[in-house]
């Protein structure tokens, strides 16, 4: 493994299906560029531009300026990436300039913001999500991705794999269902779009994303297992881990999201998913202890009194035949994901 995973991750990308160079000359606008998936598709498309030459322009959408000083510190004196200050569903955003393409990812992604502030997620999500698409319209992009999740599907219980046209039960009693509902509105307005103004608008509902490029900030569960054996501690769960998961690596996600605004369908739905990255939270625990513990460490069940945010338990294994069907390959197992997540955690002090 290099020295830098990331960049190594970005060198894999460049030499996949993807065809890069069709970005040549081509100004690509990303929402949410200060979250994991934003700034990888910032980060892979400058480099992009470096080792290719294709002059493609990124406008990052950003709301905090000091914050994305942070991030994209070595990319700051690069005259191909612009940032936009602007806040996402509060029809604040300006901007002149020609547009050829547009990646949605901006979203409320924590859990205890949802449970705490359920209204503020509905509303960025779909006053957001509208904006953007009324700004694609205005722009006359070429086409433009929205980000979804796999928990528009709600609960499973099922033993078959779930295709795109598959839907679960979503609980409209509990708070916690404003993210899964809201993003199933989202998809909606996309059709909508796509049908009332000729939008090229593809949805990915992309499956649980980590790897190499996570932020300082990430405290998601897979973070927590990988900090955990990095200092050589128990993983503690605070469920008792029944909840399947579906999980694909953070290099493999980026080049799904760029591969759809090439080739995918308009108004379609796409799974991105690594169909052998399945397994419930308990075992990734226990996988991780596995395979990076230092000996001694074990996998603790401590459950809370108060409710945290989790999304209630499912059983459910995403199908990743349609976009696959596209000519689209996941690289990375779970072993992999996690042994490059751990590297760059390392490398970045994490």
């Not at 999500?125 to 709600?154: C, D, I, P, W």
Request: charged share 25%; with cysteine.
């Amino acid at each position: 493994m290099s020295e830098n995973v990331l960049l190594e991750d970005f060198d894999i990308v460049l030499d996949s299906e993807l065809d890069v160079s069709k970005f040549a000359d081509q100004n690509i606008f990303i929402t949410g560029a200060t979250g994991l998936i934003g700034s990888l598709l910032v980060k892979f498309l400058l480099y992009a531009n470096e080792q290719q030459d294709l002059n493609i322009t990124v406008y990052a959408m950003i709301r905090n300026q000091e914050k994305a000083n942070k991030i994209f510190v070595d990319y700051l004196n690069d005259q191909h990436l612009k940032f936009v200050v602007a806040h996402l569903g509060e029809d604040d955003l300006k901007l002149d300039a020609h547009l050829d393409y547009i990646i949605h990812p901006a979203a409320v992604t924590q859990s205890k913001l949802m449970i705490s502030d359920p209204v503020g997620t509905i509303k960025t999500a779909v006053n957001g999500t509208e904006e953007m698409l009324r700004f694609a319209v205005k722009h006359q992009v070429k086409a433009m991705v929205y980000v979804s999740s796999m928990e528009v599907y709600g609960q499973f219980n099922s033993e078959a794999k779930v295709t795109e046209e598959d839907l679960g039960f979503v609980d409209l009693t509990s708070a916690r269902s404003c993210y899964p509902e809201s993003k199933r509105m989202c998809e909606l307005l996309c059709t909508a779009y796509g049908d009332e103004y000729g939008l090229n608008v593809k949805v990915a509902r992309l499956a649980q994303t980590f790897g190499a490029g996570v932020l300082p900030t990430e405290n998601r569960v897979f973070a927590q297992f990988a900090r955990s054996v990095i200092q050589g501690k128990d993983i503690v769960l605070h469920t008792k881990g029944k909840s399947e998961g579906n999980y694909v690596y953070t290099a493999d996600a980026i080049k799904a999201l760029l591969f759809l605004l090439l080739n995918g369908e308009t108004k379609q739905a796409y799974n991105v998913s690594n169909e052998d990255n399945h397994m419930s939270i308990r075992q990734m625990a226990e996988m991780v202890v596995r395979e990076f513990g230092q000996g001694g460490e074990k996998v603790v069940v401590d459950i809370p009194r108060e409710n945290i945010g989790y999304a209630p338990d499912t059983h459910m294994w995403l199908d990743n035949s349609k976009l696959c069907s596209l000519g689209w390959k996941p690289t990375k197992n779970m072993v992999q994901s996690y042994e490059r997540l751990i590297c760059w955690m390392k490398q970045e002090k994490l």
